[in-house]
């Protein structure tokens, strides 16, 4: 099982973050690719790892950066509002240790006043064994 470990020195302050590149889906690229379309590069993010959040969330500038289309529509709830009417889409997640996750329920949101681009939400982590150690300071991510 491919895992990374990664230092904080303020693990409790930042929470859980990590650099990661997203991603389209591998059948899009596919089919882009037959289609002699353009195909945007992944994109570098900041990403918080939020085991509160039920699926993942990007950024806006993210999507645009990618080009891509929304799959559907949902309603979500945040800490400030109810009934948050947000794009979803398929993207892939590449992890420091090059283990690609896919998810098809990303939620497109702004992550205002934040120092990240993205949350990764259970969609993703029930692919994983998420380890926080505060003592050590570290988090481990096993794919």
Do not use: W
Not at 9 to 14: C, F, Y
Not at 57 to 76: E, F, H, M
């Amino acid at each position: 099982m491919p895992s990374f470990t990664i230092g904080l020195s303020n693990l409790q302050q930042t929470g859980p973050i990590l650099e990661i590149q997203i991603a389209i889906p591998r059948d899009l690229f596919n089919v882009l690719k037959q289609n002699n379309q353009p195909i945007s590069n992944p994109i570098k993010a900041i990403a918080l790892i939020d085991t509160g959040a039920t699926s993942s969330v990007v950024n806006p500038d993210i999507i645009r950066a990618l080009g891509i289309s929304p799959t559907g529509r949902i309603k979500i709830s945040t800490p400030s509002d109810t009934d948050v009417d947000c794009n979803q889409f398929k993207l892939a997640f590449v992890f420091p240790n090059n283990v690609i996750i896919e998810s098809s329920d990303v939620i497109e949101a702004p992550l205002k006043g934040q120092p990240i681009q993205c949350l990764l939400g259970r969609d993703i982590l029930r692919h994983a064994v998420f380890i926080y150690n505060g003592y050590m300071q570290q988090i481990t991510y096993s794919v």
